[in-house]
């Protein structure tokens, strides 16, 4: 499997091959997308996970200290490196992203760059109004932050109860031991809209937006409302939700599931890769 590499070419594929880039979330690391990216593999596309910012080292390492501009890291930051990532492939990639790596995909898509998107559960753009559960979660993830400049955890009690509420203890321990910190700025962006101002119609590629039904950070009428937003782009834009599933639906008992929807979707739309 191809692992964490920052550009097509280091990757070690056949770049003669579709290509897949996946984006992840807060808190998570490109480890994230292990699993979920095997049937892209096996279905002949080329993956590259690649890490944001300062965040292509191992897990341990990360845990243990982070760069200090890490915690002033802003959406359009992370944007910008993925745009200069997606821009050395010699054919235009398809892009998938959870959580704000949804976000980034649909920023980037709004740019003109990627040749289709698919969000899961993906962290809302400026303009969407939450929902009482997304924005209660909100008002929880928020006591934790110390800052603009700065990093911070998730809390155990809101891990447990709002992104991995649907998986059993054992998974839960074993993905919360594996969660780097987050930076402060992309919350407060995310509160006030600063960064994550998106233009539906200019949008020309297609986009599939999935939730999880039991999602309690970005729960399902959020996910809702961004596809309807979405709708006003020229290109086709669809909706899907995973019934049974939580925020962590890449990681959790449905990943094998949401993967296998994903790469069929994408085969509809013309990405097949054999």
């Not at 998986?167 to 993905?175: Q, S, Y």
Request: charged share 20%; aromatic share 10%; glycine share 10%.
């Amino acid at each position: 499997m191809t692992t964490n590499h920052q550009t097509p070419h280091d990757a070690g594929g056949d770049p003669s091959r579709p290509a897949v880039v996946f984006i992840h979330g807060a808190w998570a690391t490109p480890a994230g997308w292990d699993e979920f990216r095997k049937p892209f593999e096996a279905a002949g596309f080329h993956t590259v996970a690649p890490a944001w910012p300062w965040l292509d080292r191992p897990v341990e390492e990360l845990r243990a200290g982070l760069d200090p501009r890490f915690g002033a890291l802003s959406v359009t930051e992370i944007v910008d490196h993925y745009a200069r990532i997606i821009s050395a492939f010699d054919k235009p990639p398809l892009l998938v992203g959870h959580s704000f790596g949804g976000l980034v995909v649909q920023l980037l898509l709004a740019r003109g760059l990627g040749a289709g998107g698919i969000v899961l559960s993906p962290a809302p753009f400026a303009g969407l109004l939450p929902d009482p559960v997304s924005f209660e979660s909100a008002l929880l993830v928020s006591k934790g932050w110390r800052g603009w400049n700065q990093t911070y955890d998730i809390a155990r009690n809101v891990f447990d109860t709002r992104a991995a509420n649907t998986l059993p203890l054992g998974r839960r321990n074993e993905i919360y031991e594996s969660l780097v910190p987050s930076p402060g700025r992309i919350y407060g962006e995310a509160a006030t809209g600063f960064g994550t101002v998106l233009w539906p119609p200019a949008r020309r590629a297609p986009l599939l937006l999935i939730a999880a039904s039991e999602d309690r950070l970005v729960a399902p009428p959020l996910v809702k409302a961004a596809w309807q937003w979405q709708r006003l782009a020229p290109a086709k834009t669809d909706y899907d939700v995973i019934e049974g599933a939580c925020h962590l639906l890449i990681m959790g008992q449905k990943a094998e599931e949401v993967a296998s929807r994903t790469v069929a979707w994408s085969s509809d739309n013309g990405f097949a890769a054999r």
